[in-house]
């Protein structure tokens, strides 16, 4: 292979490969400035990918935080595609769980807390990491947490026999979602997230067979956090893992942020708003439709959307009243029940 690409960057030793692509450690041509650059094997990509990965490496290179490592270029030559991102000095989190080192419990709450900083962000532009694993989180020589590889290219992975070449080699800390066939999410990233809180803390993967084997398991061994994890970790963290690690995308976090918020308080935030959305809707309902503030004759003609109702008598309102907020009541238990938790 040609050691220049683009006039703009030199190719160097090879890091890695995989059954779509392989990763360079590169350098720009006259700055010796290094960078990691990967691409393409040939036969993975048609042109409409080809299209497609230009646009999501465009939106990636759009992402400025100093928790995501930045993403410099991307293009299709005739090598192939490529892109081109910064190289972080430092250890990924593999290599400092391979070292040995145990990683206190603050620590990993350190960690975790750059991660969801780094994925919040991304997030909010509607970009997923679809990847998270330690050997994609680097620590800095100042400790600070740096995002690698983002999946850019997710399309590639669609075709079936890719798709069993993932799960059967890369899917080691996918969410239950993926390993069914649906798209990550970013609820995904926060089960990833939730698998390699674990591994730092009991220094052992918590799902310790690789392959279809362990992904079986996550699919059908829940709760996945077992009794003995308790004895090793303090019980808000234990919860906070918990609610990381469920099977159901809906009963997790509903954001980085709010994993975020509840490594910071040591307790699980609670949220109320779909709660209080009721409560507002059957406080309205009351006042407008028999509430104590009304003050209209019984046969008052009003406006209910585009639907015009004339009350009858005064029972007549009152039993509309009971059933409306009869109503209320039952969606509000409904709703608590399937989201409040």
């Given at each position: 292979m040609e050691h220049i690409l683009k006039s703009r960057y030199k190719i160097g030793e090879k890091i890695s490969e995989n059954p779509f692509s392989v990763t360079y450690r590169g350098f720009f041509i006259g700055t010796d400035k290094p960078v990691v650059i990967k691409i393409y094997k040939r036969g993975t990509l048609n042109s409409s990918l080809i299209r497609s990965m230009k646009i999501r490496v465009r939106d990636f290179s759009l992402i400025s935080h100093n928790g995501i490592a930045k993403l410099l270029d991307g293009d299709y030559g005739w090598q192939g595609f490529y892109y081109v991102r910064e190289f972080v000095e430092g250890q990924s989190l593999r290599e400092v769980m391979q070292s040995g080192v145990k990683i206190e419990i603050e620590k990993v709450c350190v960690i975790a807390d750059q991660v969801l900083a780094a994925l919040e962000a991304a997030h909010t532009k509607g970009i997923v990491h679809a990847a998270l694993k330690?050997?994609?989180?680097?620590?800095?020589?100042?400790g600070l947490v740096k995002l690698t590889d983002f999946v850019i290219e997710s399309e590639v992975k669609e075709s079936m026999p890719q798709k069993v070449l993932e799960i059967i080699e890369n899917a080691k800390y996918a969410s239950p979602e993926e390993l069914e066939g649906r798209s990550a999410s970013p609820v995904s990233d926060l089960f990833s997230l939730g698998l390699i809180m674990y591994e730092m803390i009991a220094r052992k993967p918590l799902v310790a067979e690789a392959g279809v084997v362990g992904n079986i398991q996550k699919l059908k061994a829940f709760p996945l956090?077992?009794?003995?994890?308790?004895?090793?970790?303090?019980?808000?963290?234990?919860?906070?893992?918990?609610?990381?690690?469920?099977?159901?995308?809906?009963?997790?976090?509903?954001?980085?942020?709010?994993?975020?918020?509840?490594?910071?308080?040591?307790?699980?935030?609670?949220?109320?708003?779909?709660?209080?959305?009721?409560?507002?809707?059957?406080?309205?309902?009351?006042?407008?439709?028999?509430?104590?503030?009304?003050?209209?004759?019984?046969?008052?003609?009003?406006?209910?959307?585009?639907?015009?109702?004339?009350?009858?008598?005064?029972?007549?309102?009152?039993?509309?009243?009971?059933?409306?907020?009869?109503?209320?009541?039952?969606?509000?238990?409904?709703?608590?029940?399937?989201?409040?938790r």
């Open positions: 330690p050997s994609n989180i680097f620590i800095d020589h100042q956090l077992p009794k003995e994890a308790f004895s090793i970790m303090p019980h808000y963290l234990s919860e906070v893992l918990q609610k990381a690690l469920q099977k159901d995308p809906l009963l997790r976090f509903a954001s980085a942020s709010e994993f975020r918020e509840s490594l910071e308080r040591k307790n699980l935030v609670q949220r109320y708003s779909g709660r209080e959305e009721f409560v507002e809707i059957f406080q309205n309902v009351v006042t407008e439709y028999g509430g104590e503030e009304i003050d209209r004759e019984s046969e008052a003609l009003q406006d209910v959307g585009r639907v015009r109702i004339r009350w009858g008598k005064e029972k007549h309102r009152n039993w509309i009243l009971a059933v409306v907020v009869g109503a209320s009541v039952v969606l509000g238990i409904l709703y608590a029940f399937f989201f409040g």
